[in-house]
């Protein structure tokens, strides 16, 4: 039999909204109402508590002896197709430390899919972290939460008092380390199922990067100096590397994530050829920003920072276990922290032809690219 021990999913209700009517879930957008003026579809969904099926059958014939097993079959089928049933398994106990993870990836599953196994990728899964700045230290702490086997970090830069209005990995008696090395002994405390390896460097060129990813499974950028050269640099390095990545980027008020797998969707430079073929400004608004020179001062209020930083750390394990469909792939996923909103702009293709760095376009055909040499980072 297809179903051994089905339970309603326990992250919902099962209640009476009157004698003709009754509800599974009480959160809007997930809640499903059924029509059961004979009440057996309610007597069915209450006794779904991990027993037996063979038992759940005769307590429903028990109480309804109309019904044939095959009727009950269908009942819960019927509440199968709604996603809100599950299998009990024997791994659950409530000493995992992942079970409330465990329990909200329940949500995205059906009975034939084993929720567990969306946590064993997470613990599979080695993530390659560049930057610890307020981006960067916060995903760290949210990833050694969900138990990666490693994680690999790279950043360059010591803590200062300035960083601990939101980089909470860090305390005062840390102003003055390393970055890394604070790091590593916060998450072996905080995690010790997770590997750390940290490297202390500012990279300045993709072989910087290309070192590092071997074994990795996704890369988490997380720096953004110089603006948008420094993201140009990764990109090159996850594309050669055939490694997905994850881009995170804040601007004052503004978070953005991008997502860019190797030649399947479009890269970060394809985003440029997008801009370059579609939107008449986008040179001139390039040059000026980069004649600006401007060094803006670090704007990062933490609440604006924490939006960003979940939404970047949940797109990365949507894009290592696809729990659910991710949000940022080929497009760029906006939050504004002013209102808690999100949007995600239009998405850019893959010019497999013209992309000098993922297909097979020449960078001279581009003038965009000519603007993007900096006197410190190499492109390649
Ligand atoms: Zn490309």
Known sequence: ????????????????????????????????????????????????????????????????????????????????????????????????????????????????????EIQRKIHES????????????????????????????????????????RQFLFRETDVGKLKTVVAKKAINEMNSDVKIEVHNLKIKSSSDILQYVNGVDLVICAIDEPPFIIHRVVNKAIVEASVPCVFGASQVSRGRVYTVIPRVTGCFDCLNLNFSKHDPKFLSQFIGFREADFNPPSIAYGPGMFQLVGSIVDESVRVLTRYAKPQSLGTQFEINYEDGSSFTHQTWPRFEAECPTCGSGKIDDWEIFKYYQDKDVKYG
């Open 1 to 116: 039999m297809k179903y051994k021990n089905p339970r309603v999913k326990p992250i919902y209700p099962v209640y009476r909204l009157n004698n003709q009517r009754f509800r599974i879930g009480a959160q809007l957008g997930i809640t499903v109402e059924f029509d059961d003026p004979e009440g057996q579809l309610f007597s069915l969904a209450s006794r779904l508590t991990g027993q037996k099926i063979e038992e759940v059958i005769k307590a429903v014939q028990d109480e309804f002896p109309e019904l044939t097993t095959e009727d009950i079959l269908s009942g819960l089928k019927m509440l199968d197709e709604q996603g809100v049933i599950e299998e009990t398994l024997p791994e659950e106990t409530d000493k995992d430390r992942y079970l409330p993870n465990i329990n909200y990836f329940s949500r995205f599953i059906g009975i034939t899919s084993n929720r567990f």
């Open 126 to 165: 080695t993530i390659l972290l560049l930057g610890l700045g307020g981006g960067g230290s916060n995903i760290l702490t949210l990833l050694s939460g969900l138990g990666p086997k490693k994680i690999i970090i790279v950043d360059y830069d010591r803590v200062e008092l300035g960083n601990l209005g």
